[in-house]
């Protein structure tokens, strides 16, 4: 158990004082478990569909498609990436959080269940998230889905995923083009030198030590992909990029990755909402029932919900 020494707030019990060994072994352990049965999805206001779509060189993952009962078609869809340093399954609140977008932004949300590392190192999370993206948008009619309302959204590594997808659209010259980007408490920045990643080393959830950790789980060999998917704040361009919702906790090494981020979209042209979640560390949403998780959820929820409505 890590001591906490920031403030961070006691709603986040007990994840407030714990760290992830992340070690192999643990890794190892952690996807052997973490799957995700089909029993989480428990709303009766919500469908809820399997499919196994293409991905990354011939491979193939699981997506679930979320739907509100009653919910107007052709719909609003989110695609959601959730996070786990590339290397770890979505937690039971990513399935929670997943639920609360659908009947909070009353839209169809894709949940992306992309291949993981090390077993499928990079770039196969972001092209899997990629070819998620693409297929939703191929497939909309299909799905009930309007194709001119998709957005993309994820938390921690699922935030680089976002970005990367949404990078991947506009340099790939792809038929989709995503409403919004969705970034809470995002990594993107490879760099590993901002004051945040710098000052967090030991803070609870995750904290930079963790991160040089998992890098070598990743993949040894990454320089086959351009730098801005590996590092979206270096990207040569920031413009024609979707309109983002940035969200950072207050006590995590990657607080100014996003902040970073949303000063390079805005000096690009590009509408970027930024928030800074005071009292919270790195996957505080986790306390899924926590009142600073709600409201947060219940704002990314509203966010969509004006996006869509445009």
């Known amino acids: 158990m890590a001591k906490t020494k920031y403030p961070i707030s006691n709603e986040f019990f007990p994840f407030n004082k714990f760290t992830p060994p992340m070690n192999a072994g643990f890794v190892k352990l952690a996807q052997k478990f973490m799957k995700t049965p089909k029993l989480l999805w428990k ?82 999370p972001h092209e899997d998230c990629y070819a998620a993206l693409c297929w939703v948008h191929d497939h909309a009619e299909e799905l009930g889905i309007d194709p001119a309302r998709i957005g993309v959204g994820g938390d921690s590594a699922g935030g680089t995923l976002t970005a990367v997808s949404c990078m991947m659209a506009r340099d790939r010259g792809a038929a989709v083009r995503p409403l919004f980007q969705l970034l809470v408490y995002p990594s993107l920045d490879g760099r590993n030198c901002s004051e945040s990643f710098r000052k ?70 590009i509408e970027a909402e930024l928030h800074e979640v005071k009292g919270t560390m790195h996957g505080f949403d986790t306390v899924v029932n926590a009142p600073t998780s709600q409201r947060m959820v219940a704002q990314r929820a509203d966010y969509m919900k004006r996006m869509f409505a445009r």
Not at 50 to 76: C, D, N
Not at 208 to 227: H, W
Not at 253 to 267: I, S, T
Request: aromatic share 10%; with cysteine; proline share 9%.
């Open 43 to 124: 709303d009766p206001e919500l469908a809820v569909e399997s499919r196994m779509i293409p991905g990354y060189q011939g491979g193939e993952f699981e997506v679930f498609i979320l739907t509100p009962r009653g919910l107007a078609e052709p719909a609003p869809c989110l695609v959601n990436i959730h996070g786990g340093g590339f290397v770890l399954e979505g937690y039971d609140s990513h399935y929670k959080m997943a639920m609360a977008y659908a009947k909070g932004a009353a839209c169809k949300v894709v949940y992306v269940r992309y291949r993981l590392a090390p077993k499928h190192p990079f770039p196969t």
């Open 200 to 269: 967090y080393t030991d803070t609870p959830m995750w904290n930079s030590t963790l991160s040089r950790k998992v890098g070598p789980m990743l993949g040894t060999d990454q320089s086959a992909m351009p730098l801005a998917y590996r590092s979206p704040v270096e990207a040569e361009s920031h413009a024609a990029l979707p309109p983002a919702y940035v969200e950072v906790a207050e006590f995590d090494c990657l607080h100014d990755d996003g902040l970073l981020y949303a000063q390079l979209l805005r000096e690009a042209g």
